[in-house]
Structure formats: structure tokens, C-alpha cells
């Protein structure tokens, strides 16, 4: 069966600091993860894919197959980065979906 | 485009009884996906559908059914209502077939069974 982890509930960050919203997954075929992100008051949006390898708004994450981690990092964080943020995982070959429980960052002033 | 909408904004509901949502996806936009929120926890995987055909299925009883239209707005029916089946329901929706294509969300349903 295929897993996410999020082990943060809550991620308090200062701005201006680097953030790192952790993410470890369990599947036994190939990945392919998505970080999403939910603004206040605003629908779930995606954020960023591996497969891309682009940065969105500052954010990166390296999906780490030894590990079994896609960490989402930002080497500073913004007042407007804070959210919650979803790590997802698609399991191609049964076109399942699976998210974690997510990551409320909240930066600080 | 307002994007993707869905109707019913709020909900509620009986034990027992069944319930439809809907979802309107975006135009030109030919697959849906539904998910199931609950407080506290992500969105689950519920159903995928594609040109009309069911393409994916999560971890849901048969009590749980969906389908799509020829204009690939698509429905959601909940049987016999468990006060667990409350949550929110998001629809999802992209270009083409496969959950890793880009989704775009609804702002989903509220549903409350009492």
C-alpha cells in the first residue's frame, strides 16, 4: 500500500529563514510526487511536480528515491508563504492519488 | 472561466439518506476527479473519470458511485449516509486522462450528516 507522511502539523518559521516542509513517501513502484498548496480562503492549487524540476515561487523539492523523502525547501521564507501545504504521490499504475495530512507553515513577521 | 465550480456550497443530510453533488469542470477540460476531505486530514482519492469512463477508483465502499457527462460535468451519489461521509468534497479537474496531469480544484462541497 501506497503512503504519505507529513510529521509536521504545524511549521513555525521567522521571515526570512529557510523553510523545509518534510515529506517521506512509501510506495513500491516509480513515484511521482506533487507538492499542493491552500492558501486562506483560496481553492488547493498545485504547487510544484518532480518531474518538472522547476522552482515555483521560490520553492524546490528533490525527490530523494534512496531516502523515500520530496522535501519542499525555500532558503527564505515570505510572509505570503504561509499556508497549507500537501504532499501528494500518484501511483500511475492504479491512477490513485494519495495525499499527506499536510503542513501549515506559518511565518512569522 | 470561473473555474471549476460545484453546487451544492453547503449540505446537510440525514443518516440514511443519499446525496448528489455535482461539479462543472473547466472548459475544454475532459477529466474529473473527486476527493474526500475530512477535518484534519488531506484529500482522499475517491474516483477519476475520462471521456465518460471511469479511469481510477480509491479505498471507498460501493455505496460511493460517480459519473461523467457528455459535456464531462460529472456527479457524485453517497448512499445510505453515514455520519462519517461528512466532509468536504472537492472536484478536480484537467486537460487530459491521469491524476498527474495539472488538476485544478473546486472550492469543494460541504457536506454534514446528522
Known amino acids: 500500500a501506497q503512503r504519505v507522511t507529513q510529521p509536521e502539523k504545524l511549521l513555525s518559521v521567522f521571515k526570512g529563514a529557510p523553510v523545509e516542509l518534510k515529506c517521506n513517501y512509501s510506495y513500491s513502484g516509480s513515484p511521482e510526487l506533487f507538492w499542493y498548496v491552500q492558501y486562506s480562503r483560496q481553492r488547493l492549487q498545485l504547487l510544484l511536480r518532480?518531474?518538472s524540476r522547476e522552482s515555483i515561487k521560490g520553492f524546490t523539492a528533490d525527490l530523494n528515491k534512496g531516502e523515500t523523502s520530496f522535501h519542499l525547501k525555500k532558503p527564505f521564507a515570505q510572509e505570503e508563504d504561509s499556508a497549507m501545504y500537501y504532499c501528494a504521490l500518484y501511483s500511475g499504475g492504479y491512477q490513485k492519488v494519495t495525499f499527506g495530512t499536510g503542513t501549515k507553515l506559518q511565518v512569522i513577521p | 472561466d470561473a473555474g471549476v465550480t460545484q453546487s451544492p456550497t453547503h449540505l446537510i443530510k440525514t443518516r440514511g439518506q443519499q446525496v448528489t453533488l455535482r461539479c462543472s469542470p473547466i472548459?475544454?477540460?475532459?477529466?474529473v476527479s473527486w476527493y474526500q476531505q475530512v477535518l484534519g486530514q488531506g484529500p482522499q482519492f475517491i474516483f477519476q473519470?475520462?471521456?465518460?469512463?471511469?479511469?481510477g477508483r480509491g479505498n471507498f465502499p460501493d455505496r460511493f458511485s460517480a459519473r461523467q457527462f457528455p459535456n464531462y460535468s460529472s456527479e457524485l451519489n453517497v448512499n445510505a449516509l453515514l455520519l462519517g461521509d461528512s466532509a468536504l468534497y472537492l472536484c478536480?479537474?484537467?486537460?487530459?486522462?491521469?491524476?498527474?496531469?495539472?488538476?485544478?480544484f473546486g472550492p469543494g462541497t460541504r457536506l454534514t450528516v446528522t
Open positions: 473519470y475520462y471521456e465518460k469512463e471511469e479511469r
Open positions: 518532480h518531474i
Open positions: 478536480a479537474s484537467s486537460l487530459v486522462g491521469g491524476v498527474s496531469y495539472e488538476q485544478y
Open positions: 472548459s475544454g477540460h475532459k477529466s
